[in-house]
């Protein structure tokens, strides 16, 4: 037993990964042409990946939203686990990283579950809610421009059935949240989210340490 959180040594790391992680052949494929990139480090993890998936699986989840693509690995992951009726509205605004999230969806045979839409996050969501879309999805990912974070999550509340999950990444901002020397937008944007979610009394709320830290935001 512990009374905290035990730091995630590299042996722990690779034995975690080596014993628990499960990854579709497409996802590591995915992630083996992501990696060459130069922005590969803004992928989520492979165990961060599983963990969301297997969060969407256990509140069956059929409508999806991701915000902040990139190539894929992460809605991948989700469409994966959707039922084969299920939807995921994926938002972003970067065509050259979505045309190789399109490939992999393809090779998955889970692109009919993918609503692509480039354009700013903000303006697919309000055109969801304009739809009279509120209320009827189940499962959100954040992982976009931090300084949005507060407009996408007021959104995705909106479009959230009760019960209905928001995970959003990025809460530990590599440490800096903790940092009081850090005082970046980015950084204080989700410093002032995170105080907000503590006390949002319209949701249950934790933060996990997987990844860069991720939110879990229940509606209730």
Known sequence: MANRTINLTEPLYDYMLSNSLREHEVLQQLRQETAQLANATIQISPEQGQFMALLAKL??????????????????CIALVLPEDGQLTACDINEDWTNIAK????????????????APATETLKNLLGQGQANSYDFAF???????????????????RPGGLITID???????????????ESTNAIRVLTKKLHAD????????HIGDGLALVRKR
């Open 170 to 184: 990025n809460m530990f901002m590599h440490g800096g949240v903790a940092d009081e020397q850090v005082q970046d």
């Open 201 to 208: 009394s319209r949701v249950d709320v934790s933060i996990v």
């Open 142 to 160: 954040i992982d976009a421009n931090k300084t949005d974070y507060d407009d996408f999550y007021e959104l995705c509340l909106e479009l959230m």
């Open 59 to 76: 509140i069956g989840a059929k409508r999806a939203i991701e915000i902040g693509v990139f190539t894929g690995y992460s809605s991948l």
């Open 103 to 118: 490939k992999y969806w393809q090779k998955a045979n889970v692109a009919h579950k993918v609503n692509l839409y480039l």
